[in-house]
């Protein structure tokens, strides 16, 4: 084992890194001219070549799952990105409504043809209201025969 030099006036303890004892039991050997027990050192450790094997395989496996995870994130942001451009789209919508107090829609009207005031008038069918009357023209004042 070898230590690095020490300096001047440096400390053999400080120089060396503090052991550290397993809580194993001490294994006393016969005929020893001391006690031995065993410790646990953080040392370098050199793998195998079926090791580094297996390093390399894991390694492989997830620099693939690594990827397919990007993946499945961007697929989730993009969903995300459209449900939140459609949510967008609907606040807008219903903040112009809200603020006009109302929409243009196609209702349901009945249609009066008055031959005798020369006047076509529309009413709502929900509401009964006149939406509109105009002059027919000489067009519209022909009556159609029934076929």
Same mark, same amino acid.
């Given at each position: 084992m070898s230590h690095e030099e020490l300096q001047p006036g440096q400390d053999a303890q400080a120089a060396t890194p503090p052991m550290t004892f397993s809580p194993e039991p001490a294994v006393e050997v016969e005929d020893a001219p001391a006690k031995v027990e065993t410790c646990k050192e953080y040392l370098k450790y050199t793998f195998t070549p079926d090791e580094r094997e297996a390093l390399a395989s894991e390694m492989s496996r997830n620099?693939? %799952?690594l990827s397919s995870a $990007?993946?499945?994130l961007d697929t989730i942001k993009a969903q995300y990105k459209s449900r939140i451009t459609a949510l967008e789209g609907e606040v807008s919508g219903s903040a112009r409504k809200l603020h006009a107090g109302y929409e243009m829609r196609n209702i349901e009207c009945r249609v009066e043809r008055?031959? %005798?005031?020369?006047?076509? $008038?529309?009413?709502?069918?929900?509401s009964?209201?006149?939406v509109r009357a105009k002059a027919m023209?000489?067009?519209e004042l022909q009556r159609r025969l029934p076929v």
């Open positions: 620099i693939v %799952d $990007r993946e499945e008055d031959y %005798d005031a020369k006047l076509i $008038r529309i009413y709502r069918l929900d009964g209201d006149l023209t000489t067009e």
